[in-house]
């Protein structure tokens, strides 16, 4: 998403909307980072386009219906680390739960909630498409660790 869609008034696409705002709870794939293009520096060695939107354009993720979003993906280290935290800190700023980047491994790994009148619904991202820089780095005693994607190795059967 990027950018605004509160504006599309068409039937059919308000339908499409109505029937996410009635599900018990909605969840996406964050398929890139919401930041200003200050916030974060392109990383030249990836193999796609980098992609980032405003943050105010999160609101009509909400407006549409999504409950929380996975930002472990190929797009999540586009703008590095900075654009990780940023990307964090607006998720957080707009009130959307997510699970899959973090400041470090362990907040990376962890799962976000969505709290429905039916219960706890809790969602898990990992990648196995990333930046190999891009991973998130374990905190240890002396050092709080390294921001950056929930990574999971493919392994290949013969």
């Known amino acids: 998403l990027t950018q605004g869609i509160r504006m599309f008034q068409e039937p059919q696409f308000l339908k499409i909307r109505e029937i996410q705002n009635e599900a018990d709870v909605a969840l996406t794939n964050l398929e890139m980072t919401y930041h200003t293009h ?5 990383q030249p060695e990836t193999e796609w386009t980098p992609t980032c939107a405003e943050p105010r354009y999160l609101e009509d ?19 590095g680390e900075g654009g990780v935290l940023a990307n964090i800190g607006n998720l957080k700023k707009y009130g959307i739960p997510h699970s899959g980047t973090g400041s470090n ?5 962890m799962p976000c909630y969505v709290d429905t009148p039916q219960g706890r619904v ?20 002396t050092i709080y660790g390294r921001p950056g994607v929930s990574y999971r190795f493919l392994q290949v059967r013969e």
């Open 105 to 109: 491994l362990e907040e990376a790994r």
């Open 38 to 42: 200050g916030e974060g520096t392109p």
């Open 61 to 79: 993720l909400k407006w549409f219906g999504i409950d929380g979003v996975a930002c472990a993906n190929n797009h999540a280290f586009d703008y």
């Open 122 to 141: 809790a969602l898990i991202s990992c990648t196995s498409s990333f930046l190999w820089h891009g991973r998130a780095g374990p905190p240890g005693p």
